[in-house]
């Protein structure tokens, strides 16, 4: 499987964005997807996943996210998505997806196969 982001930029404080996570070689309700960032100088961290459950998916984000952060799927696009809102400067970072068959997964070391990642810049 390989993976591609987009959508990053820059926004305001309080702003939105969504970024998209194009798969190819695998549909991507047949792995769990990750969103990852790395901010300079920091360790990457997970932000949010989502992950097979029956004929449906099950979601996780990190505290930090929770309530701000929407991870959705869409198997007919092969495309997973970060719906961003209320952003805040200490967002800031290059975000990545990433592809694992371990079942919610947290830890980058679970994740296999990563896109190349993209910059998100929130300006206060």
């Known amino acids: 499987v390989q993976l591609i982001e987009s959508g990053g930029g820059l926004v305001q404080a309080g702003g939105s964005l969504r970024l998209s996570c194009a798969a190819s070689?695998?549909?991507?309700?047949?792995?769990?997807t990750g969103w990852f960032r790395q901010a300079p100088g920091k360790e990457r961290e997970f932000v949010a996943g989502i992950t097979w459950a029956g004929s449906g998916s099950v979601t996780h984000y990190a505290d930090s996210v929770k309530g701000r952060f929407t991870i959705s799927r869409d198997n007919a696009k092969n495309t997973v998505y970060l719906q961003m809102n209320s952003l805040k400067p200490e967002d800031t970072a290059v975000y990545s997806c990433?592809?694992?068959?371990?079942?919610?997964?947290?830890?980058?070391?679970?994740?296999?196969?990563w896109g190349q990642g993209t910059q998100v810049t929130v300006s206060s």
């Open positions: 990433a592809a694992t068959y371990t079942y919610l997964a947290t830890t980058d070391t679970a994740y296999r196969v």
């Open positions: 070689g695998r549909g991507v309700n047949e792995f769990s």
